[in-house]
């Protein structure tokens, strides 16, 4: 079953949406086109998980590894010296699990918008550019080929951005998609530049070849690698490192986190599917799909480990403080992701230490459902409130009965309660940072604790705290909003149930997924003393968070304010680059370059100018010059100029 | 015997007389005696040539004479012009035909 | 006698239009300037027919006249270039009281020059650019009502008599150096001595002068400004394209003795002349004046292909001289057509002349991209030419300054183009009427302009001459 | 030194000295007359050097034509008696230096070129002169004779064509076109 | 086939406007000649690819051999490769769509499409001549129609603009004449004189010559593709140009000195290219970045994208400087790419313009909601120029960077890494302007009423946008095309005496 077509074609079948409503454009209505969207996506969706099924049961269980296979590839741009982007189709087990991920997310997210995004203008456009980010998700997921990571990794920006500002008539969402894409390209950037370098350490861009190169101590290009280059520093170091600024622009990590807020401009779905579950673990993906270089390499997994690990707190610091109900869940969504990078930068390749490989992968997994079941139910809560700030909320677990129960499980999930699937993967997460580093840990178990006190702050405020202004009865969503909500809080509840372990590892073989009990019990006391604290304090209104907030000072007030990260980049951009690179560089342009141009043909006419006189109209003076001339020119030629 | 170094110089000498005179006289007439001057030093080289270095030809005595016809044509000529522009400008001073410049 | 018919025979059938003139004035009934111009053109052109007929080399008059298919053909293209203009002038003759006079002096001027070429001896050299340029100063006075022609004829007839007065200066120490007045004989008696380099250079300077080579050029931009458009074409075309070929002839013959020298005053004087014909356009109002300096720029080019030292060099200026015939002829003969109509002679009048004259907008723009060597007119290939030749022998300087000149020519080249085609002026020149004779004269030479370039006869017909 | 060498150094003496004061005095007349006698002293230059055709001819078309024809339009032009006026005092001196470098470059060379008389027989008489002006062969002037004749005559039609008078011209005279 | 086709099509096509009575049957006569040139470049391709699936590999087909100037060894030789018939297909495309997009042009119509069609000869002419003259001719030949479009029916301050440009190309083709020069006597000291390619190539000039000549010629071929510091006529002369011109002049006529530069650089003169290499890179670089960050403060729409071809162009010469065979390629394909994607892009700024009458970026807003169509253009063209995956952009520039960093050393690595960086610039420009002139809330109430583009439009636009397509998502056939010409360098390269 595993044949190119059936895979090849899930990823396909998004981009035909794409192209059939692009070219179509506004001759179909919004509802055919959401349908027609939904449809495929169902049947890529179900392509995924029987690809999947195949994959983990039926092909390959035999080896007792999941050995990556390359199904399909076909050069697209060649280079010279073996070098070339090869396109192709990767089946390992990170791809076919971030396949069904994918796939599922967003075709929840489709049906969701069928409801939500109901009698919206340019909803085929909606739907094409949905199509074209499933596409590209899945493009990037497939990829054997570093290029060919980096084409979709573009293209995943691109999609986010024509998403983000969907609403493009509102200068927020226009600012928003413009900050988000620039603020990843300017990764990109990094992530380039790294490819180059490990293009051409390893001679190789696919990237089976590259890691078996690499890794082999034996093989030339290792030892190339391995010396140190510029600036003191192994090219190999440079390579994982810049590959990594990629992947933490993609991701939202510190410093590069400061789109992601502004991201959830784009409407609520699409917040649920790009920024959430798919696109924002992108770098998790890469890391996770390069893991074996960063396992030989200490100082770039120590920087995915210092990177995750403190953009998970900070996150979680910011997200505590926050008013608006999608950024909070973005800064959670942030705070996530950095939990999963520190775990990848504890991890180490093969046996026991690589548990925090799968753990990480785990994280993502899950994560994956309560996140974008939390944005779902945000996406509800906001279409029926209209806003996104939670004092304009407050009491809806009546009115939303359906929104708040699921809510709820995600909330649980995300705090690390057990048996909801956040524990699980959480839970590892902390048992594998535990096994390397203390201080990780402990960040890890102090995020955790936040992260439990600012997402109940958030049930609370939004479900309980002050009773229900809106009389108007019973307004819960369309069918077709609450059957996505209802199918991801089964997922959340239910997938910390999976051994994730046995499939998706490091080196492919099967790991033991066994939980220590009696390890969790930190975590999860933790949690439910967070959540206690988050209902005393929110459930009802009370004077305490405002008390807190003052005896906290400082603190919160640069949290609040996202500790000045966005000022810090409007002052380097608008105060630094365009007014002392950019118009330097247009007046230098204008004036010494143009003007050097200019001057030339100034001092021409100026020097014609001046010579005039000899054109005097004098004719003796003519025949002085004449007779000049003929002197000087005798004397150069008979007593100057002897050959 | 004279030198004939001594009978060029006194052609050159001439001849750079008139030269002198053609830049300094602003009378367009004396201009055109200036020219008289050179041309007839430029005879004196012609004969004194033809007569002391070449004389089995008589290539100077000839070159002589079309020179002497040439430069009545040409002085008519420039008289011709000279009583027009004095028509025209009322003045025959070379500085104050200037119309012409730059 | 027949052969010495043949041999002279533009000579003669020049003098017979002169006499043919000249018993028309003194039957004492004056022709109207319209019939007369026709016989004229008739004539022209059959004498030029005539050249291309029975063409062989020879001696005549000792060593005094020599002829051969070079000659002939430069001939030739005097005469044509004398046709040219004689058609255009029509509308300005028109209203001329001395039409005949007018051409009567003209031809003798084209008798002049064809001695000239054909001189085997300076005797006839000087002779014959005399008889060249004597009539000139006179037509250069035939705006006979205006200021400024006179002061022009004025400035030319004595500037040219100081410079002839050089030159014979330069010739007679010459023959007393050499003791030949034979062009052919001279290069035998050529030593290089320190006389003959000042007698060649006095010599040099009164042909530079009728070229306009600086900085004997000086009486170059009042002359044009001030003679009538007419008389300027044929001051900026036949003459100084005879001088141009006697140059040429001299230099390669007589006094490749000095070759060396040579080189070095031709390169020297052609930078010169190069940069000053340029500087001096750059700002000019006036179009004569600017095709004036224009036209002494076109002579900083002809001088560095002159200093190539190779039948390559010589073909490339014969060829350059043809087409800056076409391509000079053009441009004066909408200038003066305007002129004749509208007397408007300005840039500033220019100014939106192509919305009420497309045609001679088109015919002007043509030319003068063929002045500024710009493909696909035979300006580009003529100027391409020439400083591949001067290139010859790999002195890149004085290549590097003609290509940087290229490009100042340019600059005023577009001025007019950008006044014709793209300034509009709120009383721009009116529609203005072209006859007939003025059509053919700017058809042949956009024509000429077009065609002398792609196809490449032309050049390799002169390169067959000069080899 | 012989009274044949004498009498060219007064020749020379009264031609040069003549011709200088031709294109100094700043009388018009004056200067005329002054360049007549320094016309004949080419002219004595000429007898002094038995070519006494050529010093004929001189007289006959320097004396007797060019002079005339310059003194008659010294009559048409200006009253004889006004003081021309003088050049710059720029322009004088550097005409002056030029005029010096001119005459010093050329004494030089002139020096250097070592030019000596052949002391070989030089013969010249009517009848060859004559021969010569008419022949057509080798040393025939025959072609520059009738050149020269054309010369005159388109000289002569050039005169007529501009300086004779017509009314039309007598109208515009007055109000120049453009008074720059 | 014969080459001279390609020439004869859009003379027969000049000569038909000029035939033409009016504006109308003049658009209409330009428009068949664009499109028959189309065709037969099309053609051209398909009998190119034949010939070569079948087996030919000398250097180039379909050579047309003809002693023009014999006495001076001057030589009417065409020929093509690779190189030249991507060229040539791109300049027949943008021929075509600049014809439709002027298929409004009222004023002096039949000399606008004249001129248009004359320009489009240039470029055939230059890029498949094989004798350096006549190549010249063709290069110089494309410059006139440029002043004149411009100054006739440009906008601004138009006149200054035209000067400006012919003025500096000019210039820049006057050094040129001075390196041909340069040949000449080298070919004649060497024996075979002439300025045919082929044979120059051949002969193996020595050191010093190649170093002597090599700026000339770079230099002045430079100039015509915004070589840092001879690129200013760029802006002025892309905002005053009217659209089509426009079009012409940034997707064909830059296009014209990188394939000098390569042509002469690095296969004429090998040793010299080698020896210049970093200084070509060194400016290349400053081209790059400082284009792009100049780009960053233009208010003008035009002025913007002028600038930023600068700093695309700059790619071009970076990969050219780099040597690599990778490089050279990613050159080529960049020229391709800049040629569609900013003629596109000049496109869609002439039809805003066009309605809105204003560039200013600042003076327009959310045209996304009153011309869709429209503002897709500007978009798509805006990615291309990012370098979008899946545009030409990308796998343009992408290639470059690979070749770029095949040449060892941090000098070489640091210039990659810097034109690298302009990604990022050239984003940040490109969305400012989308943010601002397409999206957001309508500026002014007027534009309200303004219509989406016309048919003509619409045709031109898609042509290119499936160009840009095609190129961006199957970027492999033409670097296949590309390929034997690269060969050919890369020999000569190779053949290189090593550097000691």
Known sequence: MNDVTSIALIPLLPLAGFLLLGLLGRSVSGRVAGVLATLLMAGASALALVVAWHYFFRDQAAGNAYLPQVIWQASWLPFSGGLGINVGILADPISVMMLVVVTFVSLMVHVFSLGYMHGEERLPAYYAFLGLFTFSMLGLVLSPNLLQTYIFWELVGLSSYLLIGFYFQRPAAVAAAKKAFIVTRFADLGFLVGILILAFCGNSLDIGTLLDRLTNTQAPQYAAATTASFAGITALTWGLTLVFVGGAGKSAMFPLHIWLPDAMEGPTPVSALIHAATMVVAGVYLVARLFPLYSINNASLLVVTAVGSFSALLAALIACTQTDIKRILAYSTMSQIGYMLFSLGVARYGGEQAAGFTASLFHLFTHAFFKSLLFLCAGAIIHRVHSNEVKDMGGLRRRMPVTHLCFLVACLAISGIPPFAGFFSKEQILHAAYADHKLVYATGLITSGLTAFYMFRLYFLIFWNQPSRQEDGHREGTLSMLVPLGILAACSLLAGLIPFGRFVSADGRPASGSSDWTFALAPVLLAAAAILVAERMYRRPSPWPQRLAERLGGLYRAARRKFYMDELYLFITKRIIFPWIGRPAAWIDRNVVDGLMNGIAAATQRISYWIRAMQSGRVQQYALFFFGGVLALAWVLIYVWQN | ?102 | MTAFFLLMKQELLVTLLLFILLFIKLSGRPWPAGRLAGLVHILLAINLAAGFCWIRPGHLFGDMYQTSELLAFEKNLLSLATLLISLFSVSWLKHHRHALEFYLLLLSTLLGMFLLLSSGNLLMFYLGLELAGIPLAALANFDLDRRRSSEAAMKYIFSSAFASGLLLFGISLLYGSTGTLSLAELPGHLAATPLELFAFILVFSGLGFKISAVPFHLWTADVYEGAPVVVTAYFSVVSKGSVVFFLLRVLYESFMPLQSHWYLLLSLVAVLTLLTGNLFAIRQQNLKRLLAFSSITQVGFILVGMSGQSPEGQASVLYFVLIYVFSNLAAFGVISLVSAATGRETLEDYRGFYRTNPALGWVLAIALFSLAGIPPTAGFFGKFFLLLAGVGKGHYLVIAIAALNMVISLYYYLRVVRAVFMESSLEPIGRVPVPWPARLSLALCTGGILVTGLASGAYQYLYSLVR | MTAYQVSFYLISACLLGTALLAVTTRNLFRAAIWLLFSLVGVAALYFWMQVEFIAAVQIVVYVGGIVVLILFSVFLTQQTGQQLPRATRTRRISSLLAALAGLVLCWLLIRRSGLTATGRPFHWDMHRIGSHMLGTGDQGYALPFEVVSILLLAALVGCIAIALKSPSAQDNNQNPEDPA | ?500
């Open chain 2, 1 to 102: 015997m004279i030198p004939l170094s001594h009978i060029l110089a006194v052609s050159t000498a001439l001849f750079f007389i008139g030269v002198y005179g053609l830049l300094t006289r602003r009378n367009l007439i004396t201009l055109l005696m200036s020219v008289e001057l050179i041309l007839n030093s430029v005879n004196i080289n012609f004969v004194a040539f033809n007569k002391y270095l070449f004389p089995e030809r008589l290539d100077g005595l000839f070159f002589t004479l079309f020179i002497i016809a040439i430069a009545a044509a040409e002085a008519a000529v420039a008289i011709a012009i000279v009583i027009n522009l004095y028509r025209s400008h009322g003045s025959i001073d070379v500085e104050d035909s200037r119309d012409l410049k730059y």
């Open chain 5, 1 to 500: 086939m014969n080459l001279n086709w390609l020439l004869l099509f859009p003379l027969l096509t000049a000569l038909g406007i000029l035939a033409s009575g009016g504006p109308r049957p003049a658009r209409r006569v330009a428009c068949l000649g664009a499109l028959l040139q189309l065709a037969l470049a099309c053609l051209l391709a398909g009998l190119y690819l034949q010939q070569r699936h079948g087996g030919d590999t000398s250097p180039f087909l379909f050579e047309t051999n003809l002693s023009w100037y014999g006495p001076l060894h001057i030589r009417y030789h065409l020929g093509l490769d690779g190189i030249s018939l991507s060229m040539i297909l791109l300049t027949a495309l943008v021929t075509l769509s600049g014809v439709l997009v002027s298929w409004s042009q009222q004023e002096l119509s039949r000399e606008f499409f004249l001129l248009l069609t004359m320009l489009s000869l240039g470029a055939y002419g230059f890029f498949l001549s094989l004798d350096l003259f006549t190549q010249f001719f063709f290069l110089e030949l494309a410059v006139i129609p440029k002043f004149m479009l411009i100054g006739i029916w440009g906008s601004g301050r138009k006149e200054y603009s035209a000067m400006k440009l012919a003025l500096m190309l000019l210039g820049g083709s006057a050094l040129i004449f001075v390196g041909l020069a340069g040949l000449y006597v080298a070919s004649g000291q060497a024996g075979q004189p002439g300025l045919d390619l082929a044979t120059l190539q051949g002969l193996g000039l020595p050191a010093a010559t190649q170093r002597l000549l090599f700026p000339f010629l770079f230099v002045g071929f430079g100039i015509f593709t915004a070589l840092f510091p001879f690129h200013t006529w760029v802006p002025d002369g892309h905002a005053s140009a009217p659209t089509a011109a426009s079009m012409f002049l940034a997707g064909i006529s830059m296009k014209l000195g990188g394939y000098g530069c390569l042509r002469v650089a690095a296969f004429l003169l090998p040793e010299a290219a080698r020896y210049y290499s970093p200084v070509i890179l060194v400016l290349a670089t400053i081209a790059i970045l400082y284009g792009a960050l100049a780009t960053l403060m233009q208010t003008d729409l035009k002025y913007m994208n002028a600038y930023s071809s600068v700093s695309h162009c700059g790619f071009v010469l970076l990969g050219i400087g780099m040597l690599t065979r990778t490089a050279i390629t990613g050159a080529m394909l960049q020229m391709v790419s800049h040629g569609l994607m900013t003629a596109l892009f000049f496109a869609a700024i002439g039809m805003i313009y066009d309605r809105t009458h204003t560039r200013q970026v600042a003076a327009l807003g959310g045209l996304l909601s009153v011309m869709p169509f429209i503002s897709t253009v500007f978009v798509i063209a805006g990615l291309c120029s990012l370098g979008l995956p899946g545009l030409s952009g990308f796998a343009a520039e992408v290639t470059v960077f690979m070749g770029s960093w095949e040449r060892a050393g941090n000098f070489y690595h640091g210039v990659t890494v810097l034109a690298c960086a302009s990604i990022v610039v050239t984003a940040v420009y490109i969305l400012r302007a989308t943010g601002t002139a397409l999206l957001g809330p309508l500026r002014e109430e007027s534009y309200g009423r303004l219509a989406d583009a016309r048919w003509n439009e619409r045709l031109a636009s898609a042509l290119l946008v499936a160009g840009i397509l095609l190129v961006g998502l199957a970027p492999f056939w033409l670097v296949r095309l590309l390929d034997p010409a690269t060969d050919l360098i890369m020999q000569k390269l190779a053949a290189l005496p090593p550097v000691n």
